[in-house]
């Protein structure tokens, strides 16, 4: 993966970003220079949470990779550098992928 995707730069992250076939995968990496256990699992969880309201595009395998200061940062900080770094990396999901369900359709079952 480091050696064949493209590595995108900033602050607090490392994205690299490769096409795959197949749905989208995601790795979170935080080393231990980034902190204890604790910090690091925090750091992990707001990476994590982050990602998850992101549309990724399918076809594709997305390393991201925490620097130290990242511990340090507050979660709107963090946010917008992922975001950017995404953005800049193309990860984004296409408009024309769709989110997979059907218009107005929004994943919860149960009727009136």
Same mark, same amino acid.
């Given at each position: 993966?480091? &050696?064949? /995707?493209?590595?995108?730069?900033?602050?607090?992250?490392?994205?690299?970003?490769? $096409?795959?076939?197949?749905?989208?995968?995601? %790795?979170?990496?935080? /080393?231990?220079?980034? %902190?204890?256990?604790?910090?690091?699992? +925090?750091?992990?969880?707001?990476?994590?949470?982050?990602?998850?309201?992101? $549309? *990724?595009?399918?076809?594709?395998?997305?390393?991201?990779?925490? +620097? $130290?200061?990242?511990?340090?940062?507050?979660?709107?900080? *963090? +946010?917008?550098?992922?975001?950017?770094?995404? +953005?800049?990396? /193309?990860?984004?999901?296409? $408009?024309?992928? /769709?989110? %997979?369900?059907?218009?107005? &359709? &929004?994943?919860?079952? %149960?009727?009136?």
């Amino acid at each position: 993966m480091y &050696d064949e /995707g493209r590595r995108h730069v900033a602050d607090l992250f490392v994205l690299y970003r490769r $096409p795959l076939p197949g749905p989208a995968r995601v %790795g979170i990496s935080v /080393g231990r220079r980034v %902190g204890t256990a604790v910090v690091r699992n +925090r750091v992990r969880r707001r990476v994590r949470e982050i990602l998850r309201h992101i $549309p *990724l595009g399918r076809c594709q395998e997305v390393v991201v990779v925490v +620097r $130290p200061q990242a511990a340090r940062a507050d979660f709107a900080a *963090l +946010r917008s550098q992922l975001e950017a770094l995404v +953005r800049e990396s /193309g990860a984004l999901r296409a $408009p024309s992928e /769709g989110r %997979g369900r059907a218009e107005g &359709d &929004d994943g919860r079952s %149960g009727g009136s």
